[in-house]
């Protein structure tokens, strides 16, 4: 079983930058692909950022290129979501998410672990 942890989350005024990290009980070196996704209040779950474990392959929704940056910590076990440039429409319960085995990793039914979320909020 697979448990993640959120961490990071908080308020920042547009322009500032926010890291969140996601701490698993698993080793994240042995995950197939990892991923950051948000969800605006009244809004759909949408994905953030993915990256893929074997080679480091990562993958950004389009609102989010340029800002952000995914990474994994494998000596910490940990998912890190590096996010510059916040603006108010980044501001949403964000929640990690991992899949161990080959299938898609770009929408939430394809991962079966997530974690409890994180709030980010972005005052303009």
């Known amino acids: 079983q697979v448990q993640l942890m959120e961490s990071g989350g908080g308020s920042v005024p547009a322009g500032g930058s926010l890291t969140l990290s996601c701490e698993a009980t698993y080793g994240t070196d042995s995950t197939y692909c990892m991923a950051w996704f948000r969800q605006p209040p009244g809004k759909d779950r949408e994905e953030v950022a993915t990256i893929y474990t074997d080679d480091g392959r990562t993958y950004y929704g389009d609102s989010v290129k340029g800002r952000f940056t995914i990474s994994q910590d494998h000596d910490k076990n940990t998912l890190v979501l590096q996010m510059y440039s916040l603006r108010p429409e980044d501001t949403a319960t964000y929640y990690c998410?991992?899949?161990?085995?080959?299938?898609?990793?770009?929408?939430?039914?394809?991962?079966?672990?997530w974690g409890q979320g994180a709030q980010v909020t972005v005052s303009s």
């Open positions: 998410a991992a899949d161990l085995n080959p299938s898609g990793c770009h929408v939430a039914l394809d991962f079966p672990y």
